[in-house]
């Protein structure tokens, strides 16, 4: 599913009242305050849905598979999603459907 994906569902749940455009704008703002708010370090959790985070991965040492030469990875900082229970149950529906 792309963005135009999601933009286009979105505008049929919510009816005939919004343009397309609108909640397009409305799309855009809601992934740049999740963008915001994981640059911030600030967690983000939807009931039903998820939670965002960022965690902090430690240093470790890797191999260049060109060289086999050992190489280190410094720390850094990744976003994580986690799902609710609620999705996970509904996911794993798909599993008992068979796709």
Do not use: H, W
Not at 15 to 34: E, H, M, Y
Not at 41 to 60: H, L, P, Q, S
């Amino acid at each position: 599913m792309t963005k135009a994906d999601l933009v286009e569902q979105v505008a049929e749940a919510i009816g005939p009242g919004i343009t397309k455009k609108d909640c397009a704008l409305v799309v855009d703002g809601f992934l740049n305050a999740v963008k915001l708010a994981l640059s911030d370090g600030e967690n983000i959790e939807i009931r039903g849905f998820g939670t965002f985070k960022v965690r902090k991965r430690k240093t470790r040492m890797a191999r260049n598979p060109r060289t086999g030469e050992a190489v280190e990875v410094p720390s850094r900082s990744v976003p994580v999603f986690k799902p609710s229970k609620q999705l996970r149950a509904r996911v794993e529906k798909i599993d008992e459907i068979g796709f």
